[in-house]
């Protein structure tokens, strides 16, 4: 019979850097498993680590606990999510390519701003905090 190394929650945390809290965390959303002993500890299989820097090394490239809970769901059963991955990673980066477009429609606007408030002279009325503001319209 093969011994399976246990680790404690604390030893886990250790070995990858994750706090002990985030550990419970990933624990409780089912990114990661622990069986508990007699003395209601925690222990985690050797095999823990590796799983925790692979969700650690997946937030690096921007996917989400609920994105890294879907790879490892597929993984679980026996397929290897590399499709998933490379769906999940397309979104994202259509997304970011949205997020650009906004954010430079938004420089040219404040660009704009800039450039018209430059040349104007500002004439404050009573209780006005900047004029400059105050006459750009609100979007409802």
Avoid at 39 to 47: K, L, Q
Avoid at 115 to 127: C, F, I, L
Wanted: proline share 4%; glycine share 8%.
């Amino acid at each position: 019979m093969v011994a399976t190394a246990r680790l404690k929650i604390g030893e886990v945390s250790k070995k990858t850097g994750v706090a002990v809290g985030a550990l419970r965390y990933y624990e409780k959303l089912g990114l990661l498993e622990s069986k508990r002993g007699d003395n209601s500890y925690r222990y985690y299989s050797a095999d823990a680590v590796r799983q925790v820097q692979f969700v650690k090394k997946a937030q690096s490239l921007g996917f989400t606990l609920e994105d890294i809970g879907e790879v490892l769901n597929v993984h679980q059963k026996g397929n290897v999510p590399c499709d998933l991955v490379q769906s999940i990673l397309q979104e994202k980066i259509e997304k970011i390519e949205a997020q650009i477009k906004e954010m430079r429609a938004f420089r040219k606007g404040l660009i704009e701003y800039r450039d018209s408030w430059a040349e104007a002279e500002p004439h404050p009325q009573p209780g006005d905090i900047c004029p400059l503001i105050e006459k750009i319209p609100l979007d409802s």
